[in-house]
């Protein structure tokens, strides 16, 4: 069995973390995912934290997988003209770059489809091109500042603060991979390539209202943004008597439940408890006495009456914690693999499961511009021309 998109290549032209991790899971899916990388030093996320070697890091490592690189020199009229090649071998383009600066590349979406109509490009920006911001530089922080994210944090905790993630670059990167499938549906169904912006700022804001626009979803208003149950400063892991867990009864039931095996069965019959509606009224006083009652038992003991009344409840973890968690050995979750260069490295598996179509590893993560004579040499490049393209730098890269 293979992946749902083998068969098409990808013409990977980003960096950092939201555009490689977009097209990882083009290639985890089974596409043939070609990045093009600049000289001197390629991907700069080759660089960020140690590694055995000076540039794959871990979180290149775990972005770049089921990918090959080539190193192009695109100020070069050859290294263009390579990528010229590439492109008309592809289904799909992706890139991060400023649309001012890929145009005056000339590769700008009119100058690809000059070179292959039915190609889909996407390009995956900071702002989308028709507003105000779209010349604006773009990254994680910045956008979870601008998008709300940020300041949901103050509303909860009395300062905005960031996330402990880059989730903005890892929620552009899951929006890249499915806009691009359902973009090349489009093409299979009616030949046509197209055009695919994906920009971070919307997709966030976006993103964030699914629930937080709540009763600001009327006109006129009912009410203002923010889902109260997420923004209360009570809504947080519940300290227990010898660390902490995540309660969370939801239905009427489970808090009955919860309330009888907490020894306060009569909280049932409280009018501010009633129903769902009711108790998201008055959450910070539901969530502030789940606190003052966790805080009699220990974590263990919790666990242990949640499972027997069917009350949703986990404990909490650390990093470490949940990397030996034994349900995700069960699934084999995080992988151990033989990378060419780096020895031993861990990964996680792609974690949605297909019966008829499984992703899978099938490359490691490559070094920079490995695989540039094997791509040219497909493409039609014989020794001598790439020879050529060596010796003017337009091609270069660690050695094959």
Not at 5 to 22: C, N, Q
Request: aromatic share 8%.
């Amino acid at each position: 069995m293979s992946g749902a998109l083998d068969g098409y290549r990808v013409v990977d032209i980003t960096s950092i973390l939201s555009g490689p991790y977009g097209t990882q899971l083009l290639g985890d899916a089974g596409a043939d995912v070609i990045k093009v990388e600049a000289p001197p030093k390629g991907d700069s996320t080759r660089y960020m934290g140690r590694g055995r070697s000076a540039n794959m890091s871990g979180p290149f490592l775990n972005s770049n997988r089921n990918k090959r690189s080539i190193a192009l020199d695109l100020k070069q009229d050859s290294g263009k003209e390579a990528l010229r090649a590439l492109i008309k071998s592809a289904d799909v383009l992706v890139h991060n770059m400023r649309p001012q600066a890929i145009a005056r590349l000339g590769f700008a979406y009119e100058d690809v489809r000059a070179i292959k109509p039915d190609i889909v490009y996407c390009g995956c920006y900071g702002y989308s091109q028709k507003g105000r911001y779209k010349d604006k530089p773009a990254y994680d922080d910045l956008i979870q500042a601008c998008s709300g994210l940020a300041g949901l944090f103050g509303d909860v905790q009395g300062e905005p603060k960031y996330a402990p993630t880059v989730l903005v670059d890892k929620l552009t990167g899951l929006t890249i991979s499915q806009a691009v499938t359902t973009a090349l549906l489009h093409r299979e169904r009616t030949g046509q390539g197209q055009f695919v912006e994906v920009p971070m700022f919307e997709n966030m804001v976006a993103f964030l209202m699914v629930e937080h626009l709540y009763e600001h979803s009327f006109e006129p208003p009912l009410g203002p943004m923010g889902y109260k149950r997420l923004t209360t400063p009570m809504r947080r892991p519940n300290k227990s008597k010898d660390g902490y867990v995540a309660v969370l009864p939801y239905s009427d039931g489970q808090w009955h439940a919860f309330f009888r095996i907490a020894g306060r069965g009569e909280l049932a019959e409280d009018p501010r408890f009633a129903d769902h509606g009711t108790r998201t009224e008055h959450v910070h006083a539901i969530y502030g006495l789940v606190s003052e009652l966790i805080a009699e038992k220990t974590t263990g003991e919790w666990l242990a009456l949640c499972e027997e009344a069917q009350i949703p409840a986990m404990p909490v973890l650390s990093l470490d914690e949940g990397f030996a968690d034994p349900h995700l050995a069960d699934v084999g979750l995080f992988e151990q693999h033989d990378h060419p260069s780096e020895g031993k490295i861990v990964m996680t598996a792609p974690p949605v499961g297909y019966s008829e179509s499984p992703g899978s590893i099938r490359r490691q993560a490559p070094r920079f511009g490995e695989q540039g004579a094997e791509i040219l040499t497909e493409l039609g490049y014989d020794a001598g021309a790439i020879a050529d393209l060596k010796a003017s730098g337009a091609l270069t890269g660690e050695p094959e």
